[in-house]
C-alpha cells in the first residue's frame, strides 16, 4: 500500500513559523520526487517546493527564502519549514511523489491545514 500522511498543520501568526512533515510508506522514497503543494480557498493547487533524489530543490517564488522543503531518506519524510509566514499562506497543504520516466507513479496526501491569522 501507498501511503503519504501529512501532519503539523495548524493555526499560526503572521510571522510564526511551522514545520509540515510528510511520513511515506509503499514506495522507494530515496528514488522518489518529493513535493508539496497547496490549495487555498477559491484558487488552484500550486506547487510549493519540490526536492529531487539528489536533493535539489525548487520553490514558487511567493516562498522564496521562507520556506524550506527537506528530506530524511533514512526516516521516509519529506519536510517543509515555513517561516515567516503571512495570511496568504493559508492553505492545505499536500505532499505529493512521483517518479520522473514513471507517468502512473503518482501519490497525494490527505492533506494539512495551515492557518495564518491574527
Known amino acids: 500500500q501507498v501511503q503519504l500522511v501529512e501532519s503539523g498543520g495548524g493555526l499560526v501568526q503572521p510571522g510564526g513559523s511551522l514545520r509540515l512533515s510528510c511520513a511515506a510508506s509503499?514506495?522507494?522514497?530515496?528514488?522518489?520526487?518529493m513535493a508539496w503543494y497547496r490549495q487555498a480557498p477559491g484558487k488552484q493547487r500550486e506547487l510549493v517546493a519540490s526536492?529531487?533524489?539528489?536533493?535539489?530543490?525548487n520553490y514558487a517564488d511567493s516562498v522564496k527564502g521562507r520556506f524550506t522543503i527537506s528530506r530524511n531518506n533514512a526516516e521516509n519524510r519529506v519536510y517543509l519549514q515555513m517561516n515567516s509566514l503571512k495570511p496568504e499562506d493559508t492553505a492545505v497543504y499536500y505532499c505529493?511523489?512521483?517518479?520522473?520516466?514513471?507517468?502512473?507513479?503518482?501519490?497525494w496526501g490527505q492533506g494539512t491545514q495551515v492557518t495564518v491569522s491574527s
Open positions: 505529493h511523489a512521483k517518479r520522473e520516466g514513471f507517468p502512473r507513479f503518482d501519490y
Open positions: 509503499g514506495i522507494p522514497f530515496s528514488v522518489s520526487v
Open positions: 526536492i529531487t533524489s539528489g536533493d535539489s530543490t
